[in-house]
């Protein structure tokens, strides 16, 4: 049991760069497998960033080489630091929890806690 809260969403032009934060109440992060998704109108949410509790991560193709996923166990925080943004990232950004595993996972199904969401918008 927990709740997730992301925040640092906004506006920005194409090339720029956000970083979107995430905490939980109850039990750390470190315990979990931790992910972050996206959802914009009319589609389906999909994966853009995982980590296992065990350090392995994965990322989807469009993000690959922008996206940096982490974990402050200390302050049980994820961060998604994203770089040169592009138009297509326009989406509500969501991160997520769901049981430990040995490999990260961008399937959906696997996460159980969700947060809310954080909008972020990029012009070109």
């Known amino acids: 049991q927990g709740q997730l809260v992301e925040s640092g969403g906004g506006s920005v032009q194409a090339g720029r760069s956000l970083t979107l934060s995430c905490t939980a109440s109850g039990e750390n992060f470190s315990k979990y497998g931790v992910g972050w998704f996206r959802q914009d109108p009319g589609k389906e949410r999909e994966g853009v960033a995982a980590m296992s509790r065990y350090g392995n991560s994965e990322y989807a193709d469009s993000v690959q080489g922008r996206f940096i996923i982490s974990l402050d166990g200390a302050k049980n925080t994820l961060t998604l630091q994203m770089n040169d943004l592009k138009p297509e990232d326009t989406a509500m950004y969501y991160c997520?929890?769901?049981?430990?595993?040995?490999?990260?996972?961008?399937?959906?199904?696997?996460?159980?806690?969700w947060g809310q969401g954080t909008q972020v918008t990029v012009s070109s």
């Open positions: 997520a929890r769901g049981p430990s595993r040995w490999t990260a996972t961008l399937l959906r199904g696997w996460y159980d806690t």
